[in-house]
C-alpha cells in the first residue's frame, strides 16, 4: 500500500482509530530514526547525519507524547499494547544500511516518512472535534513539513556528494 492508498483508507476511518494510528507510528518513526543515527555512526558519515537522526528520534518520541495526552484526555487512558499497527513499513533495507554510499536510500525512506506524517497530520487535523486539537494537528504537519525540507536538503547534498566521487 503507497503512502496515498494509506491516506485514502485513513479519512474513512474514526477519529480515536486515525489517531491510535498515529501514536504507533510516532512510536516506529522514532525507533526508525535512532537506528539511523546508529547506523549513521557506524558508517562514518558526518556528524551532522548522527545529530539529524537524533534529533528526528527525539521529535517522534515529543509528537508521541502529545498525541497519546491528546488521546487520555478525549477517550481515556491508553493500552499501548493494543494500538493497531503503524502505518509506516521500515523498509527492510535498513539493516543493510553498511556503507554511506547507502544514505541516499535511507533518506527516500525517511523523506517518503515524513511525507506520510505530514498527510496524516492533516487529516487528523480535518477529524478533529476542537479548534485546539485543529490547530495541534496543523502546527504538526507544519512541523513535520520542516523535516520533509532538512530531509531533501541532506538527500540533493549526498547526491551531488556521491556524484562527484565517481
Not at 72 to 81: A, L, N, T, Y
Not at 106 to 129: D, H, P, R
Request: net charge negative; glycine share 2%.
Amino acid at each position: 500500500m503507497d503512502g496515498d492508498d494509506v491516506i485514502s483508507n485513513l479519512r474513512e476511518l474514526d477519529y480515536k482509530l486515525v489517531l491510535s494510528y498515529w501514536i504507533k507510528s510516532e512510536d516506529d518513526l522514532s525507533k526508525f530514526y535512532k537506528e539511523l543515527a546508529r547506523k549513521s555512526k557506524e558508517v562514518g558519515l558526518e556528524e551532522w547525519a548522527f545529530d539529524m537522526f537524533t534529533l528526528l528520534s527525539e521529535e517522534s518520541k515529543r509528537v508521541e507524547k502529545k498525541l497519546k495526552e491528546i488521546y487520555s484526555r478525549k477517550f481515556g487512558p491508553i493500552d499501548v499494547e493494543k494500538l493497531p499497527d503503524s502505518l509506516i513499513k521500515i523498509p527492510a533495507y535498513i539493516k543493510e544500511f553498511n556503507n554511506p554510499h547507502s544514505i541516499l536510500d535511507i533518506l527516500k525512506s525517511a523523506i517518503y516518512c515524513e511525507e506520510l506524517a505530514e498527510n496524516i497530520c492533516q487529516v487528523l487535523s480535518q477529524k478533529a472535534q476542537t479548534e485546539y486539537e485543529k490547530e495541534l494537528f496543523k502546527y504538526l504537519a507544519s512541523s513535520e513539513r520542516c523535516h520533509l525540507r532538512i530531509l531533501t536538503e541532506r538527500f540533493n547534498y549526498y547526491k551531488k556528494k556521491l556524484k562527484a566521487e565517481s
